[in-house]
């Protein structure tokens, strides 16, 4: 509609200037003498003829008489305005639905508030159980003062359990002892196992020969063996006496069998003929000076090219220290933290 106005608006304008052309033109040909009235009516006629086809656009009514920008403010009241206030108007019904629950809510909530005598019965309800929580208070304070008593009681009965499991301590350390000798026996047999096919078929007698050499070698009482072998099927090691006889295993006493253990090993160290790191705990146990000085002398310096001992401040101590320590390239402390319940590592040893 308002695209046609305009055009309406356009041919009025057009109609008023072609009409005053036409005059202008016609007054200039009525001045010159070479054209003659006919021409000229002629003329004046094709220029009314022009006019009245566009006089009927001209004529027209104009509905809203709008200015040529209306079409833009149109579009942008129906692009953004319009839009924008229809946004406007859903969320201010959003508000007013949400004011209308809350009010709900509220009174809902109103109408759950007590009377002046619920309140009061509420009331003393809350002095009852304060006086009660106050009773179990003092009865609370008289059991602490009961779980104190019965706390030291405790840590008297703790005190000789802890005597008590010392000395059961100590008796299994006497059994550990004896266990760690069978144990590491079942590991000298396992060992022998495994070189069943590539290494004891092979080098019996070499092995019988360092085995026999590295238990003398750490034995106080050199002449208590005199041969040792191993059966190539069985891989049982057979201990021969000075006299000739076969020496059992339970004639040796606790340091003598633990040294036959070391024993055997070392001599299958030395018959592998490669450099394996050797790694020993509680290294001199419960063995007496004599044999614990052959191990700081003789075996721990030339068990292998690496040899990590792993001893408690009772054992590696003073002159068996003195005497290691030529021999020794780096020292560390173990400790325990009952705290953290962790241990930790550091660079020294138990003397300093």
């Known amino acids: 509609m308002t695209r046609h106005e305009t055009e309406i608006r356009r041919a009025r304008t057009l109609f008023d200037a072609l009409e005053k052309r036409d005059c202008e033109v016609l007054a200039t040909l009525e001045n010159t003498e070479k054209l003659g009235d006919k021409v000229l ?15 009927g656009l001209a004529e027209e009514s104009l ?19 319009l839009p924008a206030a229809e946004q406007q108007a859903r969320e ?40 009660s929580y106050e009773a179990k208070l003092a009865e609370l304070e008289a059991l602490r003062v009961r779980k104190q008593t019965l706390q030291s009681q405790r840590d008297a009965a703790q005190s000789k359990m802890d005597k008590m499991s010392e000395d059961d301590m100590n008796n299994r350390f006497a059994e550990d002892d004896r266990q760690r000798i069978l144990k590491h026996s079942l590991r000298v047999r396992e060992t022998l196992g495994r070189f069943r096919t590539s290494v004891v078929s092979r080098h019996t007698t070499s092995m019988e020969s360092l085995m026999l050499e590295s238990f003398r070698r750490l034995l106080r009482k050199t002449d208590l063996v005199k041969d040792l072998t191993i059966n190539p099927t069985t891989f049982e090691a057979t201990l021969t006496g000075r006299d000739g006889k076969t020496l059992p295993f339970d004639r040796l006493s606790a340091g003598e069998k633990q040294l036959l253990a070391t024993s055997l090993l070392w001599g299958l160290a030395r018959a592998s003929g490669r450099p394996v790191p050797t790694i020993i705990d509680t290294p001199l146990g419960r063995l007496d000076s004599s044999h614990r000085r052959h191990l700081i002398e003789r075996y721990f310096p030339n068990a292998s090219h690496q040899v990590l001992l792993l001893s408690t401040d009772e054992e590696i101590s003073g002159p068996y220290y003195a005497a290691l320590k030529p021999f020794i390239t780096r020292t560390y402390l173990l400790t325990h933290s009952e705290e953290l319940g962790q241990s930790n590592i550091k660079p020294g040893y138990f003397n300093g």
Request: glycine share 2%.
């Open 63 to 81: 509905l809203l008489d709008a200015e040529d920008n209306l079409p833009i403010q149109l579009a942008h009241l129906r692009a953004t305005v």
């Open 92 to 131: 201010f019904i959003t508000m007013l639905a949400n004011l209308e629950e809350n009010s709900t809510r509220l009174e809902s909530e109103l109408a759950r508030v007590p009377t002046a005598e619920r309140i009061a019965a509420v009331q003393l309800e809350l002095d009852t159980v304060r006086k």
């Open 41 to 55: 009516l002629k003329i004046a006629k094709i220029f009314e003829t022009d006019r009245c086809g566009r006089k």
